[in-house]
């Protein structure tokens, strides 16, 4: 296992368009976290699963997006209906349960740019 | 959404200097982390912090926790081309639902000339 993988690594779409991302976590990993990156910005939190069960979800994530995590292994992060303001780095990130002492384990990101 | 205070936004110095960067929060954290991520990557594990006062090193790396749990330093001795990066600090918070959630700072831009 090689770390957490992102796909696509880059995504052009036009404005309207329904996008699509593939996370595959760190094979031992139970918990998984999506975190969205604009210009010269830290990351934001999104959304956290825990298994398949998606427990936690951020103000920023807004009706047109959802993700999941069906039988707790890689997830996707949906986006319908893409907007201009949606252009930014999305960040797949995974951990193991319990006290997070090594903080997560992040993808390379997939970086999304609407026209 | 909430973020941390880094500073300096950015600096260029010469190889061999040494880097010093900051990070405050009005909020307490349990730990503090420290990240560095290189263009078209994610943010890559540097020093993890989790008791005020603490000073640890990584190599060329030396981070402290405050002791108010507010605010954290980092510093790089003997800087070398391949430390060219954005720095971030990132808080982590323990949320009412007992979920971990990381607050990052919004980076330190470090460029090195040969």
């Known amino acids: 296992d090689t770390g957490v993988s992102q796909n696509p690594r880059h995504k052009i779409t036009k404005r309207g368009q329904n996008v699509t991302f593939r996370c595959d976590p760190i094979s031992e990993h139970n918990r998984l976290y999506w975190y969205r990156q604009t210009l010269g910005q830290g990351p934001e939190f999104l959304t956290y699963?825990?298994?398949?069960?998606?427990?936690?979800k951020s103000r920023l994530l807004s009706d047109r997006f959802s993700a999941e995590r069906p039988k707790g292994s890689f997830s996707t992060l949906e986006i319908q209906r893409t907007e201009q303001g949606d252009s930014a780095m999305y960040l797949c990130?995974?951990?193991?349960?319990?006290?997070?002492?090594?903080?997560?384990?992040f993808g390379s990101g997939t970086r999304l740019t609407v026209v | 959404g909430q973020q941390l205070n880094q500073s300096p936004q950015s600096m260029f110095i010469q190889e061999g200097e040494d880097v010093s960067m900051n990070c405050t929060s009005s909020s307490i954290f349990n730990t503090w982390l420290w990240y560095k991520q290189e263009p078209g990557e994610g943010p890559v594990l540097l020093i993890a912090?989790?008791?005020?006062?603490e000073l640890t090193s990584n190599g060329r790396l030396t981070a402290q926790f405050g002791i108010t749990r507010k605010d954290s330093f980092l510093n790089i001795s003997a800087s070398i081309p391949s430390d060219v990066g954005i720095y971030f600090c990132a808080g982590q918070a323990i949320m009412n639902t007992g979920f971990q959630k990381l607050v990052f700072g919004t980076g330190t831009r470090l460029l090195v000339s040969p």
């Open positions: 699963f825990q298994n398949e069960a998606q427990l936690e």
């Open positions: 990130a995974s951990s193991w349960q319990g006290p997070l002492l090594y903080g997560y384990t």
């Open positions: 912090l989790y008791k005020a006062g």
